[in-house]
């Protein structure tokens, strides 16, 4: 049963380009939220997805956008990279019911900014 | 604006010494609270959910406990292996909040 998959594993951009990441869920499950990590910092919530709609989104910028296709995997676009900006971003898949089920991550992809 | 805190922010035991991790939240509308795992270099895994006061769920050496305000992740006779990041999250609507992490060392 393969788990969350993300890639690819490593990116390094420069300031002002743009960066696009892959998440394909746990098999089953039909939910994809984004998150980014910083060094030494828990998880934030970016936004999820979920029947390829945007369903709640955190505190980040209109450069942050993203898009679920119908076979439930999702990507992760930014535009006009900033140095801030690296970080590790993690992908996590649940299933959605009437009980909150518990989030499943990836290993996540190490983005670098110079 | 909900708020989790997490404390110590590291922690060292020896192999065996018991200790307890807290997590405190300020939320409005608690769906649920999670506890996570996280090794160097890997997502975290999920250990616990945890929906009401006064609700408890065990695994191996874990124990987490829920109540009002707070969360304890309980460790008995911790090993080498349990040594990670745990990590502590509020769920209200889809949005999830993380706390910072206690860094866990146990040495042998």
């Known amino acids: 049963d393969a788990g969350v998959t993300q890639s690819p594993t490593h990116l390094i951009k420069t300031r002002g380009q743009q960066v696009t990441l892959r998440c394909s869920p746990k098999?089953?499950?039909?939910?994809v939220s984004w998150y980014q990590q910083a060094l030494g910092q828990g998880p934030q919530f970016i936004f999820q997805y979920y029947e390829e709609e945007e369903r709640q989104r955190g505190n980040f910028p209109d450069r942050f956008s993203g898009h679920q296709f119908p076979n439930y995997s999702s990507e992760l676009n930014v535009n006009a990279l900033l140095l801030g900006d690296s970080a590790l971003y993690l992908c996590?898949?649940?299933?959605?019911?009437?009980?909150?089920?518990?989030?499943?991550f990836g290993d996540g992809t190490r983005l670098s900014i110079l | 604006e909900d708020q989790v805190t997490q404390s110590p922010e590291a922690l060292r035991l020896q192999e065996g010494e018991s200790s307890s991790l807290n997590c405190s939240y300020t939320v409005s509308g608690l769906r649920g609270l999670f506890w996570y795992r996280q090794d160097p270099g890997k997502g975290p895994e999920f250990l616990f959910t945890?929906?009401?006061a006064g609700e408890e769920k065990e695994k191996e050496r874990l124990k987490a406990t829920l109540t009002k305000k707070e969360s304890f992740l309980h460790i008995t006779a911790p090993k080498p292996e349990d040594s990670a990041t745990y990590l502590c999250a509020v769920q209200v609507y889809q949005k999830v909040t993380f706390g910072t992490g206690t860094k866990l060392q146990v040495i042998p």
């Open positions: 996590a898949s649940s299933l959605a019911g009437g009980r909150d089920q518990p989030q499943h």
């Open positions: 945890l929906y009401s």
């Open positions: 098999s089953g499950h039909d939910t």
